[in-house]
Nanobody
Framework: QLQLVESGGGLVQPGGSLRLSCQAS????????IGWFRQAPGKEREAVSC????????YYPGSVKGRFTISRDNAKNTWYLQMDNLGPEDTGVYYC????????????????????WGQGTQVTVSS
């Protein structure tokens, strides 16, 4: 079983930046795709950045492309989400997730493809 713990959320002004971290513990070899998702009040959970743990595929939806960057440190079982030029539309609870599968482009952004989830961290973009 894999446990995920996010950190780094908070309140930021429009145009600001935040960096989220996700620490994995447990069976550290038990996942092959990692991702960040967010959920705003009244909306479905959506992918914001996903990548294969060992490289080869990275996914960003159009709403965050050029502003968000996912990265990983496999030695530390940690992955990160650098978020720049944040806007109010980026407000929500951010979750990190991991899948035991090496997902492909058509599935990597689907929440139901992920097996493990963190508890979420709130990101609020407001002046």
């Amino acid at each position: 079983q894999l446990q995920l713990v996010e950190s780094g959320g908070g309140l930021v002004q429009p145009g600001g930046s935040l960096r989220l971290s996700c620490q994995a513990s447990g069976f550290s070899s038990d996942y092959n795709t990692i991702g960040w998702f967010r959920q705003a009040p009244g909306k479905e959970r959506e992918a914001v950045s996903c990548m294969r743990r060992r490289g080869g595929l990275t996914y960003y939806p159009g709403s965050v492309k050029g502003r968000f960057t996912i990265s990983r440190d496999n030695a530390k079982n940690t992955w990160y989400l650098q978020m720049d030029n944040l806007g109010p539309e980026d407000t929500g609870v951010y979750y990190c997730a991991a899948s035991v599968r090496s997902l492909i482009l058509t599935t990597i952004g689907r929440p139901n493809e992920y097996d493990y989830w963190g508890q979420g961290t709130q990101v609020t973009v407001s002046s």
